[in-house]
């Protein structure tokens, strides 16, 4: 959990994204892996040597302005209050996601990661603005992408904003959705959304990672839901 509190303490607004990499990068320098960035500011990693890879992504940014940030931890539940006592968000969307796939690199031999800045709508601007500017060669050899960028712990965004689909109904094994008391949905719109509107031919899904009231000064997340998160795409990964 100290790591999940590190990534909360940051603010990574839209756009002012580069202490959170920072972080990031600095606790997988002992690992044999390739970062690398894109001039958009995008994170692209990749962890062994295969023919195929599996993927996952998250976004660096938040939506919530930058003050002070005391992460309350009270049994499973993790929020955050200012020096005032108030309420203010965490960022859990998406630092949850980081955390999972933090978890994965250290863990899993072959894996990719694609990171992207800019997730968040923002005034005016649009969503997606990372995922919309980058390369897609790096998910030449990919199989698949999983983001886990959703609310709640259980379910699985397999239809994206706009009824863009992004998997076949049995993409993920059913006996795991049963494990893990899992449910396909429709979902919003996030990273794997825009990546299949600009034509990517992957299968994507999106997982709950539990992250609560997203966007809200009352944000909260419930680490065991977390955790099952984590061990849910880990057990994806190792079937698919
Ligand atoms: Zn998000």
Request: glycine share 8%; charged share 25%; net charge negative.
């Amino acid at each position: 959990m100290e790591l999940l509190k590190r990534f909360y303490e940051v603010n990574s607004k839209s756009g002012h994204e580069d202490q959170i990499k920072e972080l990031f990068k600095a606790q997988l320098a002992c690992l044999d892996i390739v970062v690398a960035e894109d001039a958009f500011g995008n994170i692209f990693i990749t962890k062994g040597c295969a023919d195929s890879f599996p993927c996952v992504t998250a976004h660096l940014d938040e939506v919530h302005a930058p003050t002070e940030r005391n992460i309350i931890v009270d049994g499973d539940l993790i929020y955050a209050v200012d020096n005032k006592g108030e309420s203010v968000g965490i960022g859990a969307d998406d630092k949850n996601g980081l955390w999972i796939i933090s978890h994965l690199l250290h863990t899993k031999p072959v894996l990719k990661a694609a990171l992207f800045v800019q997730e968040e709508r923002d005034g005016e601007m649009l969503g997606c603005r990372g995922s919309i500017a980058c390369s897609l060669a790096f998910f030449d050899d990919v199989r698949y992408i999983i983001a886990v960028d959703r609310k709640g712990n259980n379910e699985v965004v397999t239809v994206g904003k706009g009824n863009i689909c992004l998997c076949d109904y049995d993409f993920i094994p059913n006996d795991l959705l049963q494990k893990y008391n899992y449910v396909c949905v429709d979902g919003g719109r996030t990273d794997v959304v825009a990546l299949k509107e600009r034509g990517l031919h992957v299968p994507c899904c999106n997982i709950s990672c539990g992250y609560y009231n997203a966007h809200k000064p009352d944000e909260y997340t419930v680490f065991a839901h977390l955790v099952t998160s984590l061990t849910f795409v880990s057990d994806v990964i190792d079937r698919i």
